[in-house]
């Protein structure tokens, strides 16, 4: 699965960001790389701490990629809107 988005800015904020960047794209792009590559590390974090506290848990992937794995493979993974909704008060 791939996600597009898709921001739209007013001219007038297009010329102000331009008195600043070379190009507007290449930027946004990499504060998406940037935003990805935190949410990573915090979820790696996350999982190590998740498995660790796990006593059925044997062995851990010894990569961030496979920890993130390991955490959305469980059953009891909820990302931020399931964990909003479950804290909103009834």
């Keep these: 699965m791939a996600l597009t988005v898709t921001v739209n800015i007013s001219d007038a ?8 960047l070379l190009d507007i794209d290449d930027w946004v792009q990499a504060a998406v790389v940037g935003k990805i590559n935190n949410c990573k590390k915090r979820m790696a974090i996350e999982a190590t701490t998740v498995l660790k506290a796990d006593p059925s848990i044997e062995s851990m992937p010894a990569t961030d990629d496979g920890l993130i794995a390991a955490l959305f493979d469980r059953d009891d993974y909820k990302n931020r809107a399931e964990r909003d909704a479950e804290e909103a008060p009834a």
């Excluded at 904020?13 to 600043?20: G, I, P, Q, S």
């Design 13 to 20: 904020d297009e010329k102000a960001m331009l008195n600043d």
